[in-house]
């Protein structure tokens, strides 16, 4: 009935979506404070920062002296993003870990409202990105497929549709001769229920045998229920944000949710017997420290209820 | 592999859970208004309100007032909760219905520390008032089993102690001659998992035939997801309470969150193609109006995020 993963590898990338979406008062100790606090969690991953033009986005001007000033935890990779070539050589020399990241969208509106390019211009600009890591000596890495689900402008996205943007970034990868290390399904604005998740998942791996990864937001409030539907189908790697740290731009409300909140996650896969490494406890000390760094409550239910001891 | 019900009854305990947890400011006229607000919804129910000693909880000292100005619908069902005779007594007086309600602990413990009630007095208490409920042309109502999962004395509540307790209740109902309406399972302090629940709701099933319904706190985040195992089990009635009103006093936390909350349950079903007969964009201001009441942030994402248009 189930077929639950024994492991599931959680990415915490709170840092990232946490402090791009939050007014730019975050001085940099205090972002390299909460980095140095996940680290003791036993999180495996966490998305440290962007590498973006910090004219566009002033939050994350001080990419370079978070990478600096981190304590770096051996076994814990700490990665970031980027969204262009010179975003990924800023990146390159940070001494962050860049995983060569493959993405595009399944909205071609979003990605025209958002990125602006058409579906054509976003591959070429992808090939591109993937010969620079290729030069670079970069092996396979995640795709990460935006508004798989869902978008603000087109609505519900089709299987078809989603699965037909995806196959060309697949065959990006593959043309290069490193096939993608996995498929991340975003739920990038919130948009997913469970049974979308099912038959996404269950299209994308009829189709391929790369790994499927979701990065699920939280925005009504369905996305445990979305987590719980990927775990049930052996889905072994998620994105979640700490304190469910970010929000989210497109729902026309500042206090929208972000991510599903990685202390949730990693407590129901503690409940399903699934293993992540992670302390809970700790990343909920984590998730109260973001709180207090951000100076507002985050959407974490968990973070403020605190743990049940089911073997008192 | 689903089992879906066609239709869910979804009741709105906000208004008792809320009012009850909230600090004694918010003024009797606030309290109409969120219930007359509610009644525009189309929820089928609202539980407006406990007959309880108003020295122990004061916030409730204006029930009367309360079942006497609000304004009823046509096919609304205005209910209430007691805990005693005298509450009843009062209760049937007040013009709101009155569901003839058994209820009993999972938890020895939480019985003796919340009710200071061992569980021999517990069913004495409870046939003492199913005879009364009799006496008063009451035929069949629901049973309440609080703590049906776990509570934080005893931790996890083994699925066997949980039926035996259920037992009991139901043995006073049939022995009355008024065999329960449903038996709802109460996640009392938030501490099921979707697993739990599918065990426990199959354990009853297949015990007995009375529907089962469900009570589900959202303490630590998992409460979608404990909805979305029932609603695959068919289970077809839910408590919830908009907005996410009311908190857990029992978390040791005075922001932990209380029911799962009726907009997103509302919205997982409406996702599912289950019929509520909600108008979701009329409830999330019904949830906008409850904060307001209250004064503080409510825990429900959906309320703050709005609405994603699949079919723009």
Redesign the interface.
Known sequence: MTDFPSFVHIAEVGPREGFQFEPPHIVTADKIRLINALSETGVPEIECASFVNPKVVPQMADVVQIAEGITKRQGVTYGCMWLNAKGFLQARDSGLTTPALTSGSASDTFLQRNNNRTPEEQIKGQRDLRALYSENGLGSGPIYLFTAF?C?????IPVEKALQRCAELVQVCEEAGTPPANITLCDT???A????VRALVSAVREKWDYPVALHLH????????N???GLELGVARFDASVGGLGG?PF???K???GNV?TE?VA??CD??GIATGIDIPALIEAARLAEEIVRH?L????A?????????
């Not at 229920?193 to 979308?196: A, S």
């Not at 939280?218 to 229920?225: E, P, Y």
């Open positions: 869902g603000n402008y087109e609505g519900e604005i919130g948009a229920d469970p049974m979308q939280d925005t009504r409030g369905l996305g445990i229920a987590v719980m539907a989210c729902a026309g409300h206090s929208a949710a909140a949730e407590l129901l409940r399903l409550p959407t974490s239910k968990l403020h209820a605190g743990t049940f001891n089911r073997h008192p």
